[in-house]
């Protein structure tokens, strides 16, 4: 049998009595793991419920960044055996799971995964996206550099005609225009 669910509040989230009983209540309930058969757990049950719980800690804890849209998880919730209010299982349990709206998209995070904002376990692939990142940033400040400065050349060229128009005579400007072909 596995440890339950390490459950962190954020600083200054107290609970209310009836809550922390249920909390405890609901933690003392036999683990179901999320791989097990869910065929004979009745779908409103508590033990449905900590299995879907385990269900989406195992999802969000496979994914490199231990997050995930809600929406992208919904997509599973056939598969995985889920109910269809089981987003509601992240605001019930806000020691497991935090909620982001940034963005206007609700992402779901593992709360253990992360302390004061930063991933504990940081995955190297991670550190490769990273690098990758920055290289194309790099070839992208390059490449603003370049057309700026084809940017700057045009208007020192365009400057320099305008002034060499205005120094020519009068009558220089009008031969020159007869002589150029329609």
């Given at each position: 049998?596995?440890?339950?669910?390490d459950v962190r509040l954020p600083p200054g989230f107290f609970l209310k009595k009836e809550m922390r009983e249920w909390t405890r209540?609901?933690?003392e309930l036999p683990y179901v793991s999320p791989y097990a058969d869910a065929s004979g757990l009745y779908p409103a049950s508590p033990e449905m419920e900590k299995r879907s719980v385990g269900?989406?800690?195992?999802?969000?804890?496979?994914?490199?960044?231990?997050r995930m849209a809600v929406p992208i998880i919904g997509k599973f919730s056939e598969e995985f055996r889920l109910s269809n209010a089981f987003a509601n299982a992240f605001t019930r349990h806000p020691g497991i799971f935090y909620v982001s709206l940034k963005g206007g998209i609700k992402t779901a995070m593992l709360r253990e995964a992360y302390d004061r904002g930063e991933l504990v376990d940081r995955d190297p692939l991670l550190e490769v996206k990273?690098?990758?990142v920055e290289i194309l940033d790099e070839g992208h400040k390059e490449y603003l550099?370049?057309?700026?400065?084809k940017r700057e050349t045009m208007q020192k060229d365009l400057e320099l005609m305008a002034?060499?128009?205005a120094e020519l005579p009068e009558d220089e400007e009008e031969s020159a225009e007869t002589k150029q072909p329609l």
């Open positions: 049998m596995r440890p339950n669910f209540d609901w933690l269900v989406l800690h195992e999802v969000l804890s496979l994914t490199l960044l231990k990273d690098r990758f550099e370049r057309i700026n400065t002034r060499k128009n």
